[in-house]
């Protein structure tokens, strides 16, 4: 008995542990593109750019997915973020690329981009409202959500800023 009780405790370290470190990498991610955006770290506009836009993306998938890990039910922030990540990169691939071909080669991308942001809301959306909650696990989802949402509203919007800012 003593054992599986062990197990299990040694079970929630690691657990833990992988959340931090699932965490300390987005964020970093999120902190490197920022720098290596703003002091033209490779001394190429372009390479930067691409380079910084890259960081960016995997930073807000990263905490996406990690924000998804904290509840053991599936609430559909990690379809949310890898969605957003994908749209991001169509955007950025679209922006140094603005061709024919590369609008037909990114277009099935987005469009599974697109369905990947929209069904992940929906979970949120249903996993909210669920009938098996009471008022406080609706509360707090509800709260949750809302974060999440200023969240990837930010994000997106400082890559917007970060995309006009390049032209």
Do not use: H
Not at 5 to 26: H, M, P, T
Not at 67 to 94: E, R
């Amino acid at each position: 008995m003593d054992s599986e009780l062990d197990v299990s405790i040694e079970e929630q370290r690691k657990v833990k542990r992988d959340s931090i470190n699932g965490f300390s990498v987005a964020i970093t991610a999120l902190i490197c593109g920022y720098l290596v955006y703003k002091t033209v770290f490779f001394e190429n506009e372009i390479a930067t750019n691409i380079i910084s836009l890259l960081l960016f993306v995997f930073g807000i998938m990263g905490l996406s997915i990690e924000t998804g890990k904290l509840n053991k039910k599936t609430l559909g922030f990690g379809d949310v973020g890898i969605g957003l990540g994908l749209i991001l990169i169509c955007f950025g691939i679209y922006y140094y690329f603005p061709y024919l071909i590369v609008k037909i080669i990114i277009s099935p991308f987005l469009l599974f981009s697109v369905y990947g942001v929209i069904s992940g809301l929906i979970l949120l959306i249903m996993s909210i409202f669920s009938n098996k909650q009471g008022w406080k696990e609706k509360l707090t989802k509800t709260v949750i959500v809302i974060i999440q949402v200023i969240g990837f509203a930010s994000a997106i919007l400082t890559i917007i800023t970060y995309l006009r800012d390049m032209k």
